[in-house]
């Protein structure tokens, strides 16, 4: 008995002393390697109470203790190299869950970087890209990151797009590639270049997009008013190699790998430690190994493998599919910075159209309900826009790339084989279609731990949000893209909620009692639910930075009397905003064991801030956190931001 007193007493001695050392232990080993203590840190570890910290030790590229000043020190050797963080908010790494990393520095091409222009301006950048990069009648010019739903406004000079690439490149066939990845824009040279299944020459026209044409299955994706066509509808032009962007020859491989030192860069400044590529080719894989054998990749990354040609035409090949990724992801099993064991689906397109066009071109993400006709008017010289009729049923919901049944079976197919699946979804029928899918899995396979995730979720019927939370799925929200943007809303709104003749635009747009107040971009209500929120800014669309902390600051509660009260209800606090960039990034990923959090044995990759985000936004000024800049990047123990 005594023996046993004995041992419970040094047993709480030890409890004591751990405490007292603030969760660090000291294993006394007679030799220690160099390590790093960081101290006098607000150290926010986002571990499983969320504490907060003041010290580290990095040791071996993992954290080997956090905790107190005190607890830390005595890790020390003379060894040790001591870093004062002078008081400043540190966090994990940042983990960014839909990003196509290759778009996030820019080609050497023309490129209008996402810029919104008026067709003024357009015109004098296609026609100052002609000379150098298609200088012969008949070339192909390739123009990059055009932003398809912010700008294009018409002037006294350019009624339309179509018009403006046409007044300026006569001689020369033009496309605009689209930021969004969605539409693209040509002139009447490049539509005329259209060709049937056959290699026939047949053009976009209005006899061969009308019913019975050889078009009839792309009329949804193409507007001959403008020249804008998207999703699948553009494989039928055959642009040829434009040697930047065909991700096929040795000289495109060339043009990639001359920007990856600039996308490392870019990553370790943003604080971003861990990233999924949302759609990742062989031509990505190849620059990813590439960034790794030339010690440019500092940070985890999941490659999620696509078919997205598949997606947009409705093909399913189940078991050409998953022996595809099944290669892939066997390929990279060994790997310790990038797997693939992660499969995207694109379940429909985009809920922008453009109501200045007649009749207007129409959505094609897949909604319940049919979309509107709304009869918008733009006066070119004052910018203003006035309703100048009641919309009516446009007698089209949109499309959902695959029949309900068909997706059932591949998302089955897809958790049987232990893969995490990664849906882009928009309209609010195409994620109740995926819902159903991801339950008909659970229902065959059972709970396998497995994270899905579905991204955007512009429209989330409610009843589908608690759904959301029922699954326990990840949910990747763009989180600047929740806020209410005037010329952008009018692209999608009107589509959705029926608007009346001399009715404001504001009213129309922003109708506390319309559908989308509660079902647009249900962050707060789904994570209520049960859901589990992520980030993935979706770069380069809008933007070619992932821009994470613009991202955090749009997404987060705002100060009283802020002016944001449409949709206020959907935004989140800071520390679940803070929750998606790290933990809960890592474990959408499957890496939550890895990263993620400040813990004593997981992999140190940190970040340092110049600023304090909490006592922002107890200060009653989070738009601030807009403007954060990382001070330092940590991966693995070494410093990769700024370069040392």
């Not at 405490?19 to 840190?41: A, H, W």
């Not at 499983?48 to 005595?74: H, I, N, Y």
């Not at 049960?530 to 979706?538: K, N, Y």
Request: aromatic residues 6%; proline residues 5%.
């Amino acid at each position: 008995m005594d023996g046993k007193q004995h041992n419970h007493r040094r047993g709480l001695v030890a409890l004591l002393m751990t405490i007292l050392l603030g969760g660090c232990q000291q294993d006394y080993r007679s030799q220690e390697p160099t390590s790093t203590l960081y101290f006098n840190g607000k150290i926010y570890t986002q571990d499983g109470q969320r504490s907060l910290a003041e010290a580290m030790v990095v040791e071996d590229g993992k954290f080997r203790c956090v905790g107190s000043r005190q607890g830390a020190e005595s890790f020390m050797t003379n060894a040790t190299r001591q870093v004062d963080l002078q008081g400043r908010m540190v966090l994990p790494g940042l983990h960014d869950n839909h990003i196509h990393l290759l778009g996030t520095v820019a080609l050497p091409m023309c490129d209008l970087d996402g810029q919104a222009v008026d067709l003024d301006q357009l015109a004098a950048k296609v026609k100052a890209c002609l000379p150098r990069y298609a200088g012969q009648p008949g070339e192909w010019l390739v123009v990059n990151q055009w932003s398809p739903y912010d700008g294009n406004t018409p002037t006294a000079s350019h009624a339309t797009l179509l018009a403006a690439l046409d007044a300026v490149a006569p001689d020369n066939p033009v496309v605009l590639l689209g930021a969004d990845g969605h539409a693209s824009a040509y002139n009447s040279q490049a539509l005329a270049s259209a060709e049937d299944q056959d290699g026939n020459q047949v053009g976009f026209n209005p006899a061969t997009l009308a019913p019975g044409g050889v078009f009839e299955r792309f009329i949804p994706y193409v507007d001959l008013t403008s020249g804008v066509i998207r999703e699948g509808a553009r494989s039928a032009i055959p642009v040829p190699d434009s040697g930047v962007l065909s991700a096929s020859d040795e000289r495109a491989a060339a043009q990639y790998e001359q920007i990856l030192p600039a996308i490392a860069t870019l990553m370790a400044s943003r604080g971003i430690t861990g990233v999924q590529d949302a759609c990742a080719t062989d031509f990505i894989r190849q620059r990813l190994l590439s960034m790794q054998a030339r010690g440019l990749l500092q940070m985890r990354i999941t490659a999620a493998t696509c078919f997205h040609e598949d997606d947009y035409s409705g093909k399913l090949d189940i078991e050409g599919h998953l022996a595809k990724a099944t290669r892939v992801r066997s390929a990279f099993a060994g790997n310790p910075l990038i797997k693939a064991d992660a499969v995207k689906i694109f379940l429909d397109g985009v809920l922008e159209g453009d109501p200045f066009t007649a009749p207007p071109f129409l959505p094609n993400a897949g909604m319940l309900e049919n979309y509107q006709n709304p009869h918008l008017a733009l006066d070119p010289d004052s910018g203003r826009v006035t309703i100048t009729a009641d919309s009516e049923d446009a007698g089209s919901n949109g499309i959902v790339n695959y029949r309900e049944a068909d997706l059932k079976r591949y998302v089955t197919a897809l958790d049987g084989a232990g893969f995490g699946i990664h849906m882009h979804s928009i309209g609010d029928r195409s994620t109740r279609v995926g819902l159903d899918a991801l339950a008909a899995a659970r229902a065959s396979n059972g709970d396998r731990g497995i994270p899905h995730t579905l991204a955007h979720l512009q429209v989330v019927h409610p009843d589908d949000q608690r759904r959301l939370g029922e699954l326990g799925l990840y949910l990747t929200f763009t989180y600047a893209w929740t806020t209410p943007q005037l010329a952008y809303d009018m692209l999608v709104t009107p589509f959705i909620q029926p608007t009346r003749a001399g009715q404001s635009l504001s009213e129309a747009l922003y109708d506390p009692l319309g559908y989308l107040q509660q079902a647009l971009y249900p962050v707060e209500s789904s994570r209520k639910a049960g859901a589990i929120l992520v980030a993935g800014s979706d770069a380069p669309v809008d933007s070619r930075d992932p821009r994470p902390f613009e991202n955090m600051a749009a997404g987060i509660v705002r100060a009283a009397g802020s002016d944001d009260a449409f949709r206020a209800s959907q935004r989140i606090s800071l520390a679940e905003m803070l929750a998606a960039y790290t933990i809960n990034g890592a474990r959408a990923v499957r890496q939550g064991e890895i990263t993620g959090s400040i813990e004593a044995g997981k992999s140190a990759d940190f970040i340092v801030l110049d600023r304090d985000l909490f006592a922002l936004v107890e200060a009653g000024t989070p738009e601030q956190i807009a403007d954060t800049q990382v001070e330092q990047t940590v991966f693995q123990g070494n410093t990769i931001y700024p370069t040392p």
